[in-house]
Structures are given as structure tokens and as C-alpha cells.
């Protein structure tokens, strides 16, 4: 029997963090374990774990979609992994943890002695900064000294740059890791050995991660900005293609859209639907705060770091610049995406290309690239890209605005399914940029439907958990009660459990549910102006119109799901496959 300590936390410490925690108890006592776990999360930490237990204990767990300070777990071998992870393959964790700990046990010699002198430094990043990130860094921090080597990881996210790595270490380093989902910036690693690649690979193959990185060719030492290419083209176009640029837009744009939108309601709500008229009182000064300034702004952010993200800080600026002129020609956050990505390859492109002498190279990222980029992108938008964008989106908000029953219909049912075909997923979020980004023209519809849509997955499971318990297992039965909160919260990940248990019978299933439910939102012309918040922000005055069809959209979508999976779903003791 072995004693296993275990930290669980999740954001609100409500959903994941109880499932979570639960799940490696029972599963570890089956496996004749003993399991003490601490959770953590808004309400603070419960059931700390003392100094004594963690002495005692052969190996910590930390199942984390937050930051876990790991300092107090120091000497111990640690095994960190998400929640969802925990909650979806305990035995499994439970195992590779032991595993860690055995390894970690094995006398000196059994290590990699003749490199002891080696120095591996990291960086880590996600696009929150929060789990991952330090996950991540904990994981090669921890399997590098079991290899013998001195490691040191600069973690970076939301909260700053932590552990930053200091020019003398990156002088004395004898191998460089990145494992980054978010953009950082590699040039300050230049002439050392590279390895980039994702925070997943980090934290479960740490080992090939540190091997990969040694065993690679020293970067060439190059100008200002230019980039490793060779340790690129390794990298899958999934972590490293245009849809992480994309992606990476979407979460700076975010905050913008959120805290326009809310003060656009703010303003209706304390001057009317026609606060922008009169001037000089609170719901006008509010509506020039949400609507002249955050939402005339967030298409340019947008495109601003979608260039950042392919052309670091020199692609910024033509990025900005196309993303403000697509807003003032009237081609909205299409000819956004177009002068994001337009700016960021042709400034990486010009990067490539231009060579200076070395005395000299440090004018390109304040000079000579912003210049040539932006009037390159400055006049394509103008004369070349704009107008017909323009003619596009014009067509696009004229269908939208002029929709008939049978077309609201159709694009109702497409987007309420594609938003609960991955759960958060890459399909998940297309249609949720799509609805995000029509908010600048004034389209608020779509995003109705989308979030509508995506509260409807975990609130169809909970309540088919709820009533239909034959069919459901007992660690189902209680996870029913964190999908309900994110179900309300807009957090389609709660449904994330029960489609990993049985995919092919809850997806089918949940995407009905949803896509019924976008449809009648669509149709019944259900309009958000607040792209996030789920049911606390419908007392918003005016955040959502036609709010008693919405609620009924969100209660058929729910009733629908839960009633799906009475038919599809056989009660336990029935299924022998």
C-alpha cells in the first residue's frame, strides 16, 4: 500500500476540483492505496494537508487548472496533470504517479551521472498563464534533477513573467526548452540548443522533452527578430498554424469585447436605448466609454495580435493599423482577420528577406519593418482589400439583419451544434469567434445563439444524471451537480466527463440539444451584447432582448439533451459491451 497525498483545484473549486478529488480517493482506495487530497479554490483550501502527512507520503498528485504553489512538495515526487485528466483516467494517473515515484527513488547511479553538470533552462506558457504553465514547468523542473541535471523554468501568463531567466543563465545554459501553447519570444535563445514544443508534451513525456533539447543543433546566431525556422517546421500545425494566430487574437480581443459590451448595457440601462444621444449624462459618458471607444478598439487589437503572434513585436503595429482602417473602410473584424494575417507573414516575411549589417540590424523592428509593413497593409486595405471585404460583410449583416424564419433556422441549428461538437474545442471556438466578431457590426443575434447554445450541453446532462440515474454511474450522479453551475456559467467543459465515459452516445446527443436550442434563439431573434457570463448577466438590462424566449430556447435545449439520452442511453446493469 502506498500513501498518496493530492491537491485538486479548479478556478471556482466547485466542479473539477470535488470531481476531481473524489475521483483519485475512491479510485486509490480500490487500488489499496491510501489518498489524502487538500482542494483548493475561491472559497480558499479545505482539508489541508499538514507537514506530516506530506513527509509521509510516497507521492504527490496536484490535478490543477489553477496555480498550485509546489514549494511545500519540494524532495517529493510530484505528478501534475489537469482536472479533467484526473477526473477521466484516475487509475491510470494514480499509476504514472507511482511510477514517477519509483523512478525518483532509484540511487544516484541509476541516473544520468555523466551530465550532472549539465544546465537545462525553460520557458513555459499557456494562453491563461494559470494551469498549464506551471504544470508544465513543475514537470521539467522536477524530471530534469531526477536526470541530474540543474534546471531552471521561466514560467509566463497572466500573472507576469515568474523565475525570469537572467542573461547569465541563458549564457551558462547548455540546452533551451519552450513549451509554450501561447506565442514567446525565442530570440533572446539564440546560439544555444532549442527545443520548442507544446505544454502537454512537457508534462507527460518530460523526459523526451530534455533529451530532444540537449540533443539539438545550437540556433545560429542571427539579426533582431529573425526566427528559429528549422525548430519551426517540427512543430504541428495545430499549436503553430493559423489557427493558434487566430486563437491568439481571440484572447487579447476578449476582454475588450466583454468590457464593451457590458458598458453599452450599462448605458442603456441608465440612459435607454438612445443613451448615446444625449450628451453629458451617465448613460453617455458610458456608451463613449463601451461603445466609441472598447468596441471601435477591439477589432484593431484583434488584428494587432494576430500579427504578434506570427511576427512578434515588429508586426504589431501594421497589424494594428489594417485591423483601424478595415474598422474606418467598413470592412469589420473579416478585414480584421485579413490585416492580422496579412501583416504578421508579409513583416516575418520582410524579416526573413532584409539583411542589414550587424551595426546596423537594430533598425529593423523599429524602423525599417513597421514602416515598410504598414504601408504595404495601409495601402492593400485601402485600394486592394477593403472594398470588396467591405461588399462581403455588407452582404453578410444585410442576410443576417433581413434573415426569414427558414434561414435564421438553419444557421440556428449550425451553430448550436458545432458548439457542442468538441466542448471547447477548435469547432467550438469557430463558432464562437463567429459570433464574437459580429458584434462589431452590430449583429447581436448570433451571439445569442452561441452562448445559449453552449450552456445547454452540461445543463442537459445534469439533468438527465438527475432523474435518469440507472443510467448513469455514481461518480456521474455527482459530477451532475458542478455541470449544473457551469452549465449556468457558460462552460460547456462541464460536459467534458460524460462524453469521455461514452462519446458516442452523449455527443449525438448534446449537439441535438444544442443545436435545437440555437435555432429557436435564432428564431424567436434573441440578441447579446455581452459575449460571456452565461445566466448573470441576463438581469443586465438590455445585455439580452426578447429574454423570456431565450430562457425557453436554454429549457427546451436542456429537456431535449436530458431526454435524448434516456432513449440512447441503456440503464448500467444492462450494457455488457
Same mark, same amino acid.
Given at each position: 500500500?502506498?500513501?498518496?497525498?493530492?491537491?485538486?483545484?479548479?478556478?471556482?473549486?466547485?466542479?473539477?476540483?470535488?470531481?476531481?478529488?473524489?475521483?483519485?480517493?475512491?479510485?486509490?482506495?480500490?487500488?489499496?492505496?491510501?489518498?489524502?487530497?487538500?482542494?483548493?479554490?475561491?472559497?480558499?483550501?479545505?482539508?489541508?494537508?499538514?507537514?506530516?502527512?506530506?513527509?509521509?507520503?510516497?507521492?504527490?498528485?496536484?490535478?490543477?487548472?489553477?496555480?498550485?504553489?509546489?514549494?511545500?512538495?519540494?524532495?517529493?515526487?510530484?505528478?501534475?496533470?489537469?482536472?479533467?485528466?484526473?477526473?477521466?483516467?484516475?487509475?491510470?494517473?494514480?499509476?504514472?504517479?507511482?511510477?514517477?515515484?519509483?523512478?525518483?527513488?532509484?540511487?544516484? %547511479?541509476?541516473?544520468?551521472? %555523466?551530465?550532472?553538470?549539465?544546465?537545462?533552462?525553460?520557458?513555459?506558457?499557456?494562453?491563461?498563464?494559470?494551469?498549464?504553465?506551471?504544470?508544465?514547468?513543475?514537470?521539467?523542473?522536477?524530471?530534469?534533477?531526477?536526470?541530474?541535471?540543474?534546471?531552471?523554468?521561466?514560467?509566463?501568463?497572466?500573472?507576469?513573467?515568474?523565475?525570469?531567466?537572467?542573461?547569465?543563465?541563458?549564457?551558462?545554459?547548455?540546452?533551451?526548452?519552450?513549451?509554450?501553447?501561447?506565442?514567446?519570444?525565442?530570440?533572446?535563445?539564440?546560439?544555444?540548443?532549442?527545443?520548442?514544443?507544446?505544454?502537454?508534451?512537457?508534462?507527460?513525456?518530460?523526459?523526451?522533452?530534455?533529451?530532444?533539447?540537449?540533443?539539438?543543433?545550437?540556433?545560429?546566431?542571427?539579426?533582431?527578430?529573425?526566427?528559429?525556422?528549422?525548430?519551426?517546421?517540427?512543430?504541428?500545425?495545430?499549436?503553430?498554424?493559423?489557427?493558434?494566430?487566430?486563437?491568439?487574437?481571440?484572447?487579447? &480581443?476578449?476582454?475588450?469585447?466583454?468590457?464593451?459590451?457590458?458598458?453599452?448595457?450599462?448605458?442603456?440601462?441608465?440612459?435607454?436605448?438612445?443613451?448615446?444621444?444625449?450628451?453629458?449624462?451617465?448613460?453617455?459618458?458610458?456608451?463613449?466609454?463601451?461603445?466609441?471607444?472598447?468596441?471601435?478598439?477591439?477589432?484593431?487589437?484583434?488584428?494587432?495580435?494576430?500579427?504578434?503572434?506570427?511576427?512578434?513585436?515588429?508586426?504589431?503595429?501594421?497589424?494594428?493599423?489594417?485591423?483601424?482602417?478595415?474598422?474606418?473602410?467598413?470592412?469589420?473584424?473579416?478585414?480584421?482577420?485579413?490585416?492580422?494575417?496579412?501583416?504578421?507573414?508579409?513583416?516575418?516575411?520582410?524579416?526573413?528577406?532584409?539583411?542589414?549589417?550587424?551595426?546596423?540590424?537594430?533598425?529593423?523592428?523599429?524602423?525599417?519593418?513597421?514602416?515598410?509593413?504598414?504601408?504595404?497593409?495601409?495601402?492593400?486595405?485601402?485600394?486592394?482589400?477593403?472594398?470588396?471585404?467591405?461588399?462581403?460583410?455588407?452582404?453578410?449583416?444585410?442576410?443576417?439583419?433581413?434573415?426569414?424564419?427558414?434561414?435564421?433556422?438553419?444557421?440556428?441549428?449550425?451553430?448550436?451544434?458545432?458548439?457542442?461538437?468538441?466542448?471547447?474545442?477548435?469547432?467550438?471556438?469557430?463558432?464562437?469567434?463567429?459570433?464574437?466578431?459580429?458584434?462589431?457590426?452590430?449583429?447581436?443575434?448570433?451571439?445569442?445563439?452561441? &452562448?445559449?447554445?453552449?450552456?445547454?450541453?452540461?445543463?442537459?446532462?445534469?439533468?438527465?444524471?438527475?432523474?435518469?440515474?440507472?443510467?448513469?454511474?455514481?461518480?456521474?450522479?455527482?459530477?451532475?451537480?458542478?455541470?449544473?453551475?457551469?452549465?449556468?456559467?457558460?462552460?460547456?467543459?462541464?460536459?467534458?466527463?460524460?462524453?469521455?465515459?461514452?462519446?458516442?452516445?452523449?455527443?449525438?446527443?448534446?449537439?441535438?440539444?444544442?443545436?435545437?436550442?440555437?435555432?429557436?434563439?435564432?428564431? &424567436?431573434?434573441?440578441?447579446?451584447?455581452?459575449?460571456?457570463?452565461?445566466?448573470?448577466?441576463?438581469?443586465?438590462?438590455?445585455?439580452?432582448?426578447?429574454?423570456?424566449?431565450?430562457?425557453?430556447?436554454?429549457?427546451?435545449?436542456?429537456?431535449?439533451?436530458?431526454?435524448?439520452?434516456?432513449?440512447?442511453?441503456?440503464?448500467?446493469?444492462?450494457?455488457?459491451?
Amino acid at each position: 500500500m502506498s500513501k498518496i497525498v493530492a491537491v485538486t483545484a479548479c478556478p471556482t473549486g466547485v466542479a473539477h476540483t470535488i470531481m476531481a478529488a473524489e475521483a483519485l480517493k475512491k479510485v486509490g482506495a480500490s487500488m489499496g492505496h491510501q489518498v489524502e487530497v487538500e482542494t483548493q479554490g475561491a472559497e480558499g483550501a479545505k482539508d489541508v494537508l499538514s507537514q506530516e502527512t506530506i513527509n509521509a507520503a510516497d507521492v504527490v498528485i496536484i490535478a490543477a487548472d489553477i496555480h498550485v504553489n509546489p514549494v511545500r512538495f519540494q524532495g517529493k515526487a510530484l505528478y501534475a496533470v489537469t482536472t479533467s485528466e484526473a477526473i477521466r483516467n484516475t487509475k491510470a494517473i494514480i499509476e504514472a504517479a507511482l511510477g514517477e515515484a519509483d523512478e525518483m527513488a532509484k540511487p544516484i %547511479s541509476a541516473k544520468d551521472t %555523466s551530465s550532472e553538470n549539465k544546465f537545462i533552462i525553460g520557458v513555459t506558457s499557456c494562453p491563461t498563464g494559470i494551469a498549464h504553465t506551471f504544470m508544465a514547468a513543475e514537470a521539467l523542473r522536477k524530471t530534469g534533477v531526477a536526470l541530474g541535471y540543474e534546471v531552471k523554468i521561466e514560467t509566463q501568463g497572466s500573472v507576469g513573467s515568474k523565475n525570469v531567466l537572467t542573461d547569465e543563465d541563458i549564457a551558462r545554459a547548455d540546452a533551451v526548452v519552450i513549451a509554450a501553447d501561447a506565442f514567446v519570444d525565442p530570440k533572446r535563445f539564440d546560439g544555444k540548443p532549442l527545443y520548442e514544443t507544446s505544454t502537454k508534451e512537457a508534462l507527460h513525456d518530460a523526459k523526451s522533452v530534455i533529451k530532444s533539447a540537449l540533443a539539438a543543433k545550437p540556433t545560429v546566431k542571427k539579426g533582431l527578430g529573425e526566427q528559429v525556422a528549422e525548430i519551426k517546421k517540427d512543430r504541428s500545425a495545430a499549436t503553430s498554424g493559423p489557427y493558434r494566430h487566430l486563437m491568439t487574437g481571440v484572447s487579447y &480581443m476578449l476582454p475588450v469585447v466583454v468590457a464593451g459590451g457590458l458598458m453599452i448595457a450599462l448605458a442603456f440601462a441608465f440612459g435607454g436605448i438612445y443613451a448615446g444621444d444625449q450628451t453629458g449624462t451617465l448613460g453617455w459618458a458610458l456608451m463613449q466609454i463601451g461603445g466609441t471607444g472598447a468596441f471601435s478598439l477591439f477589432v484593431p487589437v484583434f488584428s494587432a495580435f494576430i500579427a504578434y503572434s506570427i511576427a512578434q513585436r515588429p508586426g504589431i503595429t501594421a497589424g494594428i493599423v489594417g485591423g483601424l482602417l478595415a474598422t474606418n473602410v467598413g470592412a469589420g473584424f473579416l478585414g480584421g482577420i485579413v490585416a492580422g494575417f496579412m501583416a504578421g507573414y508579409l513583416t516575418k516575411f520582410l524579416n526573413d528577406k532584409i539583411k542589414l549589417p550587424q551595426h546596423l540590424d537594430g533598425l529593423k523592428p523599429v524602423l525599417i519593418l513597421p514602416f515598410l509593413s504598414t504601408l504595404v497593409v495601409g495601402l492593400m486595405m485601402i485600394y486592394v482589400i477593403g472594398p470588396p471585404v467591405k461588399i462581403a460583410l455588407t452582404s453578410l449583416s444585410a442576410w443576417l439583419q433581413s434573415m426569414q424564419s427558414s434561414s435564421a433556422l438553419a444557421l440556428g441549428l449550425l451553430l448550436g451544434a458545432m458548439m457542442a461538437f468538441d466542448m471547447g474545442g477548435p469547432v467550438n471556438k469557430a463558432a464562437y469567434t463567429f459570433g464574437v466578431g459580429l458584434l462589431s457590426a452590430k449583429i447581436y443575434a448570433p451571439m445569442a445563439a452561441v &452562448m445559449a447554445a453552449g450552456m445547454t450541453p452540461p445543463l442537459g446532462l445534469a439533468l438527465a444524471a438527475t432523474f435518469f440515474k440507472s443510467r448513469f454511474t455514481k461518480e456521474e450522479h455527482e459530477a451532475s451537480k458542478a455541470a449544473f453551475i457551469l452549465g449556468i456559467s457558460f462552460i460547456t467543459e462541464g460536459a467534458i466527463p460524460f462524453a469521455a465515459r461514452d462519446p458516442f452516445r452523449v455527443i449525438p446527443c448534446i449537439m441535438l440539444g444544442s443545436a435545437v436550442t440555437g435555432a429557436i434563439s435564432m428564431v &424567436m431573434k434573441c440578441t447579446l451584447m455581452v459575449p460571456h457570463g452565461g445566466i448573470f448577466v441576463l438581469p443586465i438590462p438590455h445585455a439580452v432582448t426578447n429574454i423570456l424566449a431565450y430562457a425557453i430556447a436554454i429549457v427546451i435545449g436542456t429537456l431535449i439533451t436530458a431526454g435524448a439520452l434516456f432513449i440512447v442511453k441503456r440503464p448500467l446493469k444492462q450494457i455488457t459491451d
